[in-house]
């Protein structure tokens, strides 16, 4: 099992810029999906963006394209999201996680590790 651990989330005004950190103790495999997933209030857990590990592929969901952009960094065994022009709907708790699948998966039940989250609010 693989433990992560996010940061970096706070407080910003919209159009303003954050970058969350994931940091994974354990092995990360060439095959495997680094996620991150957020949950607005009242909202259900929504896939953002993932990273294939040794190809580092991405993959974002349509409403982050050209705003946010996912990387990592193996020899800190860190993944990386950075957000830029944030907008009052991109606010959540901001989660990463870990998809052991050959292929990249969207739904939240694919990955089996996760992170404790980090809160991102953005303000008008």
């Known amino acids: 099992q693989v433990q992560l651990s996010e940061s970096g989330g706070g407080l910003v005004q919209a159009g303003d810029s954050l970058r969350l950190s994931c940091v994974a103790s354990?092995?990360?495999?060439?095959?495997?999906?680094v996620g991150w997933f957020r949950q607005g209030p009242g909202k259900e857990r929504e896939f953002v963006a993932a990273i294939n590990w040794r190809l580092a592929k991405t993959w974002y969901t349509d409403s982050v394209k050209g705003r946010f952009r996912i990387s990592r960094d193996a020899a800190e065994n860190t993944v990386y999201l950075q957000m830029n022009n944030l907008q009052v709907e991109d606010t959540a708790i901001y989660y990463c996680?870990?998809?052991?699948?050959?292929?990249?998966?969207?739904?939240?039940?694919?990955?089996?590790?996760w992170g404790q989250g980090t809160q991102v609010t953005v303000s008008s």
């Open positions: 354990g092995t990360i495999y060439s095959n495997d999906f």
């Open positions: 996680a870990l998809s052991k699948s050959d292929y990249i998966n969207y739904r939240a039940e694919s990955y089996a590790d």
